[in-house]
């Protein structure tokens, strides 16, 4: 059992973790690429809070552009 837990140090919660990568269809390409999925924490105030409706992004790894994962594709993204 470790004790070194890095989403509860304050400076690395704040760091996007990753969740997986999969092939999707990217809207700025236009084409099939793989996607690297990701959660990102929200500063409010002086914290940052993990679970917010737009936490889950897919990052294209050929053009670099994301887009931010909502309703059906944000569950499976976490689960």
Same mark, same amino acid.
């Given at each position: ?6 989403? %509860?140090?304050? #400076?690395?919660? /704040?760091?996007?973790?990753?969740? #997986? /990568?999969?092939? %999707?269809?990217? +809207?700025?390409? #236009? +084409? ?19 679970? !917010?409706? +737009?936490?889950? !992004? ?12 909502? #309703?059906? +594709? %944000? ?5």
């Amino acid at each position: 059992m470790s004790i070194f837990r890095p989403d %509860r140090l304050p #400076g690395l919660s /704040r760091l996007p973790k990753e969740l #997986g /990568r999969e092939e %999707r269809p990217c +809207e700025a390409c #236009g +084409e099939n690429t793989v996607h690297i999925l990701y959660r990102v924490p929200k500063k409010m105030v002086l914290l940052y809070l993990n679970d !917010h409706p +737009e936490n889950v !992004h897919a990052t294209c790894m050929k053009c670099a552009r994301s887009t931010v994962l909502t #309703g059906a +594709e %944000r569950d499976r993204a976490l689960s």
